[in-house]
């Protein structure tokens, strides 16, 4: 059974700093590319930031890039989002998922997710 477990969120203020962890189970992490999602607020869940199975290579969404960085430690199922110079407008859950075809989060079943509130 697939477990995602996200960790680290909360609140900071507009610049600030958050990283964020994801503890997998249920599958063989090392074989699977990694991705974090989130979802604000009356939007559609989109996607941050993809990183391949050995970690090599990594991608993130324009909006992040040069903010977000997506790392992964498959000795322990987890892959990491540090997040610097957050903005107010990234408030929302955000998720890890497997990356599938397109884009598109492999498994049907995600965690709880982990709140984000950028507010001063």
């Known amino acids: 059974q697939v477990q995602l477990v996200e960790s680290g969120g909360g609140l900071v203020q507009p610049g600030g700093s958050l990283r964020l962890s994801c503890v997998a189970s249920?599958?063989?992490?090392?074989?699977?590319?990694m991705s974090w999602y989130r979802q604000a607020p009356g939007k559609e869940r989109e996607l941050v930031a993809a990183?391949?199975?050995?970690?090599?290579?990594?991608s993130a969404a324009g909006s992040v890039k040069g903010r977000f960085t997506i790392s992964r430690d498959n000795a322990k199922n987890t892959v990491y989002l540090q997040m610097n110079s957050l903005k107010p407008e990234e408030t929302a859950v955000y998720y890890c998922?497997?990356?599938?075809?397109?884009?598109?989060?492999?498994?049907?079943?995600w965690g709880q997710g982990t709140q984000v509130t950028v507010s001063s």
């Open positions: 990183i391949s199975s050995a970690g090599v290579t990594t």
């Open positions: 998922n497997a990356l599938g075809a397109l884009k598109t989060p492999y498994f049907d079943s």
């Open positions: 249920g599958f063989t992490f090392r074989s699977y590319a």
